[in-house]
């Protein structure tokens, strides 16, 4: 790092769990964000500040007037840009050292799969099921740890899972039956529950990089923010999962 890198982290640097050598790791680190709304905008902010050295941004969408009441990423001139190129120069203003990578598409498949191999964390911060269970049998086949996130309403949820055999992933929570998409176009959301969920989110993909701390893995956290009342639930691996069942990984 030069002069101009220990002052910029110098906040980080101060704190003895983290030092000189975990800011050295979220440098060398490249994180994987899967969708630049709500959550994805602090994600993508805090990430980039925090020096994050590479980041991997996937989107297909455009800015819209109805995203700016939450996705802070984006701005007003910016209606009809892609999302990804809009939170490309919000991050560049912000930490020009961060190698920002946009990716205007939907991964899936192969793609999926090399993207999240090549990254140290993944940031699920998409809207819909389908991308969901995508990223999370991606991440598990590669045993890449995966951020978790989730708002509606006045509701939300976080949880980290390591892509580790034995431990839970985020198929165990969900079935694909019965499931139904939430979307805030459709129910709303109150604009600071995307931040308070996209802050944490990148707190814990800074924690598995630089290994400090301890994350939510296996912990599910419930945010009911009308009454501002959080519950913890211990999460245990499904023996019956599609993804990480015993009789998938044998």
Known sequence: MDD???LRYSRQILLPEL????QQRLL???ALVIGLGGLGSPVAM???AAGVGTLHLVDDDEVDLSNLQRQVIHTTDRIGMSKVESAALT??????STHVLPSKQRLSGDT????VAAADVVLDC??????RFAVNAACHDTQTPLVSGAAIRWDAQISVFSGKPGEPCYRCLYTEDGEQDLRCSENGVIAPLVGIIGAMQ???AIKLITGVGETLTGRLLILDALRMQWRELRLRADPNCPVCGQQHTA
């Open 4 to 6: 101009d890198a220990l």
């Open 19 to 22: 030092s000189v050598e975990g």
């Open 28 to 30: 060398d680190a490249r």
């Open 46 to 48: 805090y990430l980039g």
């Open 91 to 96: 991050l560049n203003g912000l930490n020009p």
């Open 112 to 115: 999926l799969h090399e993207a």
């Open 126 to 131: 998409s809207d819909n099921f389908d991308t």
């Open 202 to 204: 990148a707190l814990e």
